[in-house]
């Protein structure tokens, strides 16, 4: 698996990059050593977060934890990774039934979770008119949600401007090059 290690206002030891390699190799059963992980180690005032990053081919997977120290927190991180591949793993696998699962992810075990249904219980036409990101999240504030979708003034693209759970934003933009 390519592994690729980032220290935010922290420099990680080596400690924790080995202990990274041998946490991830119980991941690599599910995807196979042609997978890329990115881990982000933060070390805030209260608390160290770790983020990791999995992609393989067109799924990608992802985790945040934190805790007091970076080792609790990259073993939590780890465990809420293989419960999402997990339990993802018979959805797809049911709505991929021309291309198995098993194939994609070298995946050598089943699981037997029941699989949840996803009912859409409305369909929304949205008129988007071109605004600048500030502008789209003053109009998402506005309406009291979460996301707003809006077309960049800047780039002409179609993005999702969302509110974080640590109170920041963030912005989708759609990947031109495929």
């Known amino acids: 698996m390519n592994m690729t290690i980032v220290g935010r206002k922290c420099t990680p030891r080596e400690s924790f990059k080995e202990r990274a390699e041998q946490k991830l190799k119980k991941v690599e059963k599910f995807f196979g050593s042609d997978a890329t992980a990115k881990i982000t180690a933060t070390v805030e005032k209260n608390a160290k977060i770790v983020e990791i990053t999995l992609q393989k081919g067109g799924f990608l997977f992802r985790a945040q934890e934190r805790a007091q120290e970076l080792e609790d927190a990259l073993d939590a991180c780890v465990d809420s990774l293989i419960r999402q591949i997990r339990k993802n793993k018979t959805k797809l696998?049911?709505?991929?039934?021309?291309?198995?699962?098993?194939?994609?992810f070298n995946a050598p075990e089943q699981t037997d979770e029941e699989t949840e249904e996803y009912d859409v219980v409305r369909t929304k036409i949205v008129a988007l008119k071109p605004q600048t990101v500030q502008e789209a999240i003053l109009q998402m504030n506005m309406l009291g949600h979460t996301f707003y979708m809006f077309r960049n003034d800047e780039t002409g693209a179609i993005n999702v401007v969302y509110k974080r759970n640590d109170g920041g934003y963030s912005i989708l933009e759609p990947d031109d090059d495929k």
């Open 93 to 104: 696998e049911r709505r991929l039934r021309e291309v198995s699962f098993d194939e994609v």
